[in-house]
């Protein structure tokens, strides 16, 4: 994968849309903890700390590492433009109806 483009856009939107694309039936939500890291030195430029929850059958019979593993590639090019910290808090299939 490329490196993450320094587009006008900032993080948190270029992490959704990553997000979307390698999971468009997903339900997630992203949060940027980047201000609780302000003191620390990799949290000095802000955009640097995200958590997600994200529900999608795509997960369904996998186990959460290898679901981890795929939500890390999705978002890589993050990680190489420095991304510093992405908590999964929550990653799960819909429950059946």
């Known amino acids: 994968m490329e ?3 320094n587009t006008s856009f900032n993080r948190q939107v270029r992490l959704e849309k990553l997000l979307r694309a390698a ?4 339900a997630f939500q992203l949060f940027d903890d980047s201000r609780e890291h302000a ?5 000095q430029s802000g955009e640097t700390h995200y958590r997600l929850r994200i529900v999608d059958d795509s997960f369904r019979g996998e ?3 290898q679901s981890e593993r795929r939500i890390f590639k999705a978002i890589k090019p993050e990680f190489d433009a ?12 819909r429950p059946p109806t």
Request: net charge negative; glycine share 12%.
């Open 63 to 65: 186990s959460r590492v």
């Open 82 to 93: 420095g991304l510093h910290s992405f908590v999964i808090e929550e990653v799960s299939a």
């Open 3 to 5: 490196k993450a483009e």
């Open 23 to 26: 999971f468009p039936a997903a």
């Open 39 to 43: 003191g620390h030195a990799h949290g």
